[in-house]
Structure formats: structure tokens, C-alpha cells
T-cell receptor
Framework: SQQGEEDPQALSIQEGENATMNCSYKTSINNLQWYRQNSGRGLVHLILIRSNEREKHSGRLRVTLDTSKKSSSLLITASRAADTASYFCGTGANNLFFGTGTRLTVIP | EAGVAQSPRYKIIEKRQSVAFWCNPISGHATLYWYQQILGQGPKLLIQFQNNGVVDDSQLPKDRFSAERLKGVDSTLKIQPAKLEDSAVYLC??????????FGSGTRLTVV
């Protein structure tokens, strides 16, 4: 399978806490991308990390990539109720394959 | 910058009928993708175009699904005949080079 697999499947936290979700993959990648999907909407691109990068930041998001372990993590700091969504990692060489996602619920 | 446009937003058809979805990508984006997302699952790639040529259609059920991208801009995805298991959201996305993908809001198809 070329797709990434997100873990955990579901995560529920209080507003203000940090949320960490993980992605594992099996094949070689050029880059790994994280997306957010609100209910009934399309996916929104959050961050792209290239295979030669180890860590990347964007606002409250921090992504790490360990190509030796074929894994990545997405950290959302100081979570807000508006962060409630499903999060997917996209992996692949020339196109993106997605897992089933992590459903994050942030409780106000 | 305008986003990826898709229509219709919703579609309900009976099994064995035909249906078509339309996508207009972001201007200048050479690569266009169609994904199928069944409820509770992640998006599954159906087909990838580079300009008007097919790059990857290995997961497209070609006995009933077809797609085209005439002139390398707009694209249509067709299902003929539809089955109950085709009920899903069909997402179109576009990208430029190795950048992130921009997704449309999708077409929710219900086959009854």
C-alpha cells in the first residue's frame, strides 16, 4: 500500500491543550503533506515537508519527518475549538495517497 | 486567487443511471486529480492528469468510470452505469509542480 496511515484514529482534547497525531508510510517519498478537512468540505493544505527536511513550523503547527522510520508527526499547539476537523497525511512519489485520518475534537 | 470549482455540489441518482462531474482547476495548475472519498474513509486517488495527458489511472474502475481533460484545463469525471457503492464525495484537486494540492469542495453523490 502506498498510502500513509494516521494514528490515532480519534483524539479528543480540551481547548488550549496540544494535539499530536502521527503518520506512518511504507514507500519512498519526495515530500509529505498534511491536510485538514472540516465536515462536508474539501481538504485544506496545511504544510509540506520535503524528504530532506526534519522539521517545519507554520504558526501553531509543527511537523517532523523521520525518513529512517518512515514516519511523521503533526503537533498543533494551544488548540482551539476551530481546530476540530479530520487531519490527513498525504504521501507518495508522484501523487498523494491518504489514510483514514485522525478525527480531532477540541472541547471548548 | 480563485479556488478549484466543482459542480454540481450534490447529486442523487438511481443505480444504473449515468452521472457526470465537472472541475475547473486553479489557473495555471498543470496537474489535476480526481479523488473518491467514501464516508469515514480517506480520499482515494482515481486519476491524475498532467495538462491533458493521463499520468496515473491505475485505481480508476475503467469498466464504469471515465475522465477527460480537454485542452488541459477543465475536467469531467463520468460514471456509467452507477452502482450503490459509488455513493461518495468526489473531490477534484490541482497542483503546480511539487506544491501542495488545492482541493475543491467536492460533489456528494448518492446512488439509490
Amino acid at each position: 500500500s502506498q498510502q500513509g496511515e494516521e494514528d490515532p484514529q480519534a483524539l479528543s482534547i480540551q481547548e488550549g491543550e496540544n494535539a499530536t497525531m502521527n503518520c506512518s508510510y511504507k514507500t519512498s517519498i519526495n515530500n509529505l503533506q498534511w491536510y485538514r478537512q472540516n465536515s462536508g468540505r474539501g481538504l485544506v493544505h496545511l504544510i509540506l515537508i520535503r524528504s530532506n527536511e526534519r522539521e517545519k513550523h507554520s504558526g501553531r503547527l509543527r511537523v517532523t519527518l523521520d525518513t529512517s522510520k518512515k514516519s511523521s508527526s503533526l503537533l498543533i499547539t494551544a488548540s482551539r475549538a476551530a481546530d476540530t476537523a479530520s487531519y490527513f497525511c498525504g504521501t507518495g512519489a508522484n501523487n498523494l495517497f491518504f489514510g483514514t485520518g485522525t478525527r480531532l475534537t477540541v472541547i471548548p | 486567487e480563485a479556488g478549484v470549482a466543482q459542480s454540481p455540489r450534490y447529486k442523487i441518482i438511481e443505480k444504473r443511471q449515468s452521472v457526470a462531474f465537472w472541475c475547473n482547476p486553479i489557473s495555471g495548475h498543470a496537474t489535476l486529480y480526481w479523488y473518491q472519498q467514501i464516508l469515514g474513509q480517506g480520499p482515494k486517488l482515481l486519476i491524475q492528469f498532467q495538462n491533458n495527458g493521463v499520468v496515473d489511472d491505475s485505481q480508476l474502475p475503467k469498466d464504469r468510470f471515465s475522465a477527460e481533460r480537454l485542452k488541459g484545463v477543465d475536467s469531467t469525471l463520468k460514471i456509467q452505469p452507477a452502482k450503490l457503492e459509488d455513493s461518495a464525495v468526489y473531490l477534484c484537486a490541482s497542483s503546480l509542480g511539487q506544491s501542495g494540492y488545492t482541493f475543491g469542495s467536492g460533489t456528494r453523490l448518492t446512488v439509490v
